[in-house]
């Protein structure tokens, strides 16, 4: 005959086997975000390595755009300041990820920062068709610079 707390292990075992069975990746509804990203279309990343706007980030203003590239600029930095894994702890993720479940972001810091880059110089671009100050991405990304970005008007536009 089975004792309650024999009844009680049992209960707990049965639960957790339940959320293991969830399909991985599964994420519940959420209508709030479900709102956020209806009607973006297009955008992402190229073949190429190009970043490519979607269509609200094609209608962003000026204002929006700029502070978009501040915030990509001191989180880039931040980035290059962390400290990287190990080529052994990145593969013992790899290959545990599929077995245990889990993400993969920073697995590939090179790519990820690839991708920000991209990103940056599309809105920075965005920024020159609409005549509004530019960053210097170059200038602003050097390693070491701790200073505030700020756009620069180009020469041509004054």
Known sequence: MLKPYSLIALAAAGALAGCAAAT???SPPNARADKLH???EGGGMAPDGRYVLNDQEGKLDCRRLSG????GILQMREDAARHRPSPVAVQMQKMSAPVA???AYGLDPDGEAAR???RL???NARL???NCPTYDLAAELKPGNTDQPTP???KKGR
Not at 68 to 71: D, F, L, T
């Open 24 to 26: 991985p990746g599964f």
């Open 38 to 40: 209806k009607g973006s």
């Open 68 to 71: 978009s590239i501040h915030v």
């Open 101 to 103: 479940g889990g993400s």
């Open 116 to 118: 920000t880059r991209a």
């Open 121 to 123: 110089e599309a809105f």
């Open 128 to 130: 020159a068709e609409k």
């Open 152 to 154: 620069v008007r180009s």
